[in-house]
């Protein structure tokens, strides 16, 4: 299908690094780190000329103070000329793909032939805030005119400004937390325990498997450590291939204690990690002489009341990407859904299910999702492009779908075709 | 056209000084009669109230004086009338009645210092272009237009020496710390800042210096018994350096405490007296040739023919083999010609070794501030490596530094040349196997080449570029042009055994260890060769180079050219022993935590002798010093080497040759090829063939011919 003025974008490639669970083996690098080993990665890969990329998109949900537009400096790798644009963009956990899709439209347009997107996130890399009071005080210090004006200003601070504020993941709209919202849906829309843990399960199996052929692995570009002590990393550290039903059962539910079902085993943990992908125009991938994985046929974006249920906004937003292809949810050859609960996954196929979608878990994150993978906030939607990307290819499927649901009560949806 | 032009504005005279049709300004002798001149008229001129002097030149103040002027210097009178002449022109600018400033942006070196020096404020631009100095003493002359008397009074004596007996050159930065330039300015705003410094300084204002360092500082600097005890470490130290072999610091050393001690005026006399004796010295001539013999160097892209073929850009650089040798290729690589490189392992882990390794030689540069945090991390990001070829197919020049072995080496290239474009260069860094060797298997072979560096490859300064029977003549040219942006001076080679240096150093390495079998002591025979001149002895150059590597070097050489370079029994024996040099912490001196630690006497039970002493010293240093020459003269007559100049450019940077004596072959040319070729026949009947004079030399000797005109 072509777009409104016949561009199609096509999916040239795609790479991220090892994903690790935050405080693990990617915890001394920042997040601009790892942004740029997965874009420059991905150029030694596709054997791109920096110079022939118009505009660098990156996704970050949890940007540094100290690097607030990673993008930019992305797009400042010594492999690329300095004049590239590049911005930086947070729709959440959906921050990649809507990275992507923010480079399709540029495509699209005709502003682009060439854009990198990505994300990043490094949950190990978070700034830690100073209590507003502190905060206060620090300001009007900076500003004090004399010493002794000066050291009046810091006798006010009193130790219980001192205690740091480290950024919670809760809905600033409603206080509530991401777990204790995945908790709420798992009672609305009826989802056990067992189903939960059963998901998570299949998640860390269906990732190991694609670890030990190495269809994951290869999308992962080896992080080679900064100091000699550390190791390389060249797969994702969450991944757990000997985990059990009956392991899982043993962990006590985070967010309620006495009649929750939610626990760390069938949550996704806290990550560390980038993605990039390369998107060209579809004359521009000819011109250049690759061979491109897949098209973006269509996207969407759809948000509900994060009172309600914060991640069942995906039922909104995958008929309108469906519709906007001119497909329907049969004509879909794989899935690939966002794993940030695994009962937020099951609140989605229930949503979809009402709709009369038969819910085919046979092409449905065919080798896990962010449960085990994991979830760096920003960078998981270019790895989800990718594996589709990359799965659709190996299998000569038609049409895929992304589905991402995000905080703020969001969903991304995105529809790839193979030809 | 004249050099040096003005223009008037406001009282203030705003002079530039541009040599029609030269690159950089110099300062010749038509030069300094058109300052007299301009002076001249600038003082006479009622209008002018101060004057502010700048280059026209893009990059480049003042590079200093014409050499090309000194070389034609016959005697020491006339070199002591350059000097006075230089002082007399500076000595017009300081007594000059009005006050002048100078806006300094680029090279501001010897006679151009000493210019500015003489002037009344200088502000430098922070540009990293904008260098200052006095490296006179490399020529071995000492800064002979005031710069031995202005500089120490100005910044002190201390630090004068410190950049006077080294012949250093300093940053601006480092510059205005130590006091030499009043002001750093951004480039942007220099003239601005100059002309109004010069129109302060013509309405009365003078600048306020501070001495430098506190009680300290005055201590030393600034009274005679501190001053005493400044001159006698600087004394003590420079001895230490030069061995006693270069005059030059010596007698820069006393041009200066003698200024200090009896006056401006007396100084100047002295200096220039001193200036006279070193100009006419056979080391500052040596010096000199070294220098042109560079310079050429650097123009020089190996390629016979008026129109050589222009090298090709290289933007990314591939290394297989992320050891010692590749990481070192790869760290300089980025920290010199700022390239893109990806390295290539057969594992990850040896990747990432290499990489850090290679990060190293950027984290010195930064340690000593060479190279800013910033630009630090953008050089970082230019290295990357990988298991796969991942990135090659980019690469417009690929250099394999992997085990030296034929059929491995021949294996990468083959996989190289699968992964890389049409026009990509295939280097290896043997040092031991044929280039054109390796190039049999080549697809593109017109496009396969040597390129040896030395190790430590971020420091050594030497490259040897070496062409194959089939490799075409713009891959000499890119080959010795990317070797030039790494900071190497290139020599193009022969593709024959131990190419150039490893071919002169091989028989003098085995002829210390017969004199080692003779009973001399070790320290002795490294002692003789250090006194000699060069920076390290021979049996110490065996531990560094690692006894494993030279004993695999001398087998091809042996097996190339026979009995005449084999290598010393005694070597096997260590080898055997595992006393592989100061790598394996053991060789013939014992190290402990990276350092010497003195001759291991067991090395002498090892190989059955006691030392002696039985070796007069003399013919020590003859049967080491002429075994090379003869090798070196032989090699020439081969081809080896395309010119003397190269060889001999060659074994002062790949050996650490005597810089004072020229290199072998002008060292040879000094002894004379009669008085060689008796004293090698003499030593070829006591100790054997090995020492049997070559035929150029036999040549040179009849018909009284030398190795330069």
């Known amino acids: ?419 | 056209m004249p050099a040096l032009t003005w223009e008037l504005r406001d009282g203030i005279a705003a002079v530039t000084l541009d040599l029609p049709g030269q690159p950089v300004n110099l300062i010749s002798r038509a030069v300094k009669d058109e300052f007299n001149a301009a002076f001249e008229r600038l003082a006479g001129d009622a209008a002018v109230h101060a004057v502010a002097f700048f280059s026209g030149k893009a990059d480049n103040f003042i590079a200093g004086a014409d050499i090309e002027e000194f070389v034609k210097l016959s005697s020491a009178a006339e070199a002591e009338r350059l000097s006075a002449d230089g002082q007399e022109m500076l000595d017009r600018v300081a007594r000059f009645p009005k006050p002048v400033a100078v806006g300094i942006h680029g090279a501001c070196l010897g006679g151009g210092l000493e210019f500015a020096l003489a002037c009344t404020y200088r502000v430098a631009s922070d540009h990293p272009k904008t260098q200052l100095g006095l490296p006179e003493v490399q020529l071995g002359i000492l800064p002979g237009a005031g710069g031995c008397q202005r500089l120490p009074r100005l910044i002190g004596a201390r630090a004068a020496l410190d950049i006077i007996l080294a012949g250093k050159v300093e940053r601006a930065q480092k510059a205005f710390k130590l006091g030499v330039v009043d002001e750093l300015v951004p480039p942007a705003i220099l003239r601005e800042i100059t002309l109004a410094a010069a129109k302060k300084l013509a309405g009365g204002w003078r600048p306020r210096r501070k001495r430098i360092g506190g009680i300290i500082a005055w201590l030393l600097d600034g009274t005679p018994p501190g001053r005493a005890l400044v001159f006698r470490m600087a004394r003590a130290q420079v001895f230490k350096k030069s061995g006693g072999n270069y005059p030059a610091p010596l007698a820069a050393l006393e041009a200066v405490e003698y200024g200090l001690r009896h006056g401006l005026a007396e100084g100047l006399k002295r200096e220039a007296q001193l200036f006279g004796r070193l100009a006419v010295t056979d080391v500052s001539r040596k010096l000199v040739q070294i220098f042109f013999a560079t310079t050429q160097l650097k123009k020089d892209f190996g390629v016979a023919g008026a129109a050589p073929p222009a090298p090709a850009a290289v933007q990314r650089l591939g290394v297989v083999g992320a050891g010692f040798m590749g990481a070192g290729i790869a760290g300089t690589a980025v920290s010199q010609a700022g390239v893109d490189v990806r390295m290539k392992d057969a594992d990850l882990p040896r990747v990432a070794k290499g990489l850090l390794s290679a990060r190293e030689i950027l984290d010195e540069r930064l340690k000593r501030r060479r190279i800013t945090r910033y630009e630090h991390a953008r050089l970082v990001a230019l290295l990357s490596g990988s298991a796969a070829y991942t990135g090659f197919g980019r690469a417009d020049l690929v250099i394999e530094a992997v085990f030296e072995d034929l059929q491995v080496k021949q294996q990468v290239l083959k996989e190289v040349e699968a992964e890389t474009h049409q026009r990509s260069v295939f280097a290896s860094n043997t040092s031991t196997i044929p280039i054109t060797r390796i190039a049999e298997v080549a697809q593109r072979p017109e496009q396969v080449i040597g390129m040896h560096f030395f190790s430590p490859v971020a420091r050594m300064p030497l490259l040897e570029v070496i062409p194959g029977a089939r490799t075409a003549p713009g891959t000499v040219s890119t080959a010795v042009a990317f070797g030039r942006r790494m900071g190497k001076t290139a020599i193009v080679v022969k593709d024959s055994p131990g190419f150039w240096i490893n071919r002169v150093l091989a028989p003098y390495m085995n002829e210390a260890g017969h004199l080692l079998l003779a009973g001399v002591a070790i320290e002795e025979i490294d002692r003789l060769m250090t006194q000699w001149g060069f920076p390290v002895g021979p049996i110490t150059l065996l531990d560094e180079v690692g006894l494993d590597v030279a004993q695999k070097a001398s087998g091809v050489l042996h097996a190339a050219f026979g009995e005449r370079l084999a290598a010393a029994p005694a070597f096997a024996l260590l080898v055997k022993d595992g006393r592989l040099g100061r790598k394996a912490g053991r060789g013939f001196y014992r190290y402990a935590g990276g350092k010497k630690r003195g001759v291991d006497s067991a090395v002498y039970a090892l190989v059955g002798v006691q030392p002696n002493g039985g070796v007069h010293s003399a013919e020590i240093l003859q049967r080491l010093v002429l075994v090379m020459l003869n090798e070196a003269a032989r090699a020439v007559g081969e081809g080896v080497v395309r010119s003397p100049r190269d060889g001999d450019v060659g074994a002062l940077f790949g050996i650490g040759f005597p810089p004072f004596r020229g290199g072998p072959l002008r060292h040879a040319d000094d002894l004379g090829a009669a008085r060689i070729v008796a004293d090698l026949e003499r030593l070829a009947d006591r100790h054997g063939e090995r020492f049997t004079p070559c035929e150029v030399l036999r040549d040179q000797a009849r018909r009284h011919g030398k190795f330069y005109p």
């Open chain 1, 1 to 419: 299908m072509s777009s409104i003025n016949g561009r199609r974008v096509a999916v040239v490639a795609g790479c991220r690094t090892p994903f690790c669970k935050s405080g693990t083996a990617l915890k001394e690098a920042r997040a601009v780190d790892l942004a740029r080993y997965a874009a420059r990665e991905l150029l030694e890969r596709t054997n791109l000329d920096g110079a022939e990329v118009d505009e660098v998109v990156f996704g970050q949900v949890v940007p540094s103070a100290l690097v607030p537009n990673v993008g930019r400096e992305v797009s400042l790798l010594p492999q690329f000329p300095k004049e590239i644009p590049a911005y930086s963009l947070n729709r959440a956990c959906a921050s990649a793909g809507q990275a992507i899709t923010a480079a399709q439209d540029q495509i699209v347009l005709g502003h682009a032939n060439v854009v990198l997107a990505g994300g990043v996130e490094s949950l190990s890399d978070i700034p830690i805030l100073a209590s507003r009071r502190l905060a206060d005080i620090l300001v009007e210090a900076s500003k004090a005119r004399s010493l002794g004006q000066r050291l009046k200003t810091f006798s006010r601070i009193r130790p219980r400004d001192l205690i740091p504020v480290s950024p919670a993941i809760a809905e600033p709209s409603t206080g509530e937390s991401m777990g204790q919202s995945a908790e709420k849906m798992a009672k609305e829309n009826g989802i056990s325990r067992e189903a939960q843990d059963r998901w998570a399960l299949r998640s860390h199996q269906l990732a190991a498997a694609g670890t030990a052929d190495s269809r994951l692995t290869a999308e992962i570009a080896p992080w080679l450590p900064g100091r000699a002590d550390q190791p390389v990393v060249t797969q994702d550290n969450g991944i757990r291939s000997e985990t059990s039903l009956e392991q899982m059962a043993k962990l006590k539910p985070v967010f309620d204690r006495r009649y929750g079902s939610v626990t760390a085993a069938n949550a996704s943990p806290l990550t560390d990690g980038a993605s990039a992908v390369l998107l060209m125009s579809e004359d521009a991938a000819r011109t250049l002489g690759y061979e491109p994985l897949a098209f973006i046929r269509s996207y969407a974006v759809a948000a509900v009341d994060p009172g309600w249920q914060l991640l069942q906004a995906p039922v909104w937003a995958v008929p309108k990407a469906l519709q906007r292809a001119g497909i329907g949810w049969g004509q879909l050859g794989l899935i690939e859904v966002h794993e940030a609960f695994a009962a937020q996954v099951l609140s989605n196929f229930k949503g979809w299910a009402e709709k009369g979608w038969e819910i085919n878990e046979d092409i449905i994150n065919v080798m896990g999702g962010s449960i085990a993978i994991g979830h760096p906030f920003g960078a998981t939607g270019g790895r989800m492009v990718t594996t589709l990307a990359n799965e659709m290819r190996r299998r000569d499927v038609q049409f895929g779908l992304v589905s991402i649901c995000a905080q703020g009560g969001m969903a991304f949806a995105l529809v790839l075709e193979r030809r």
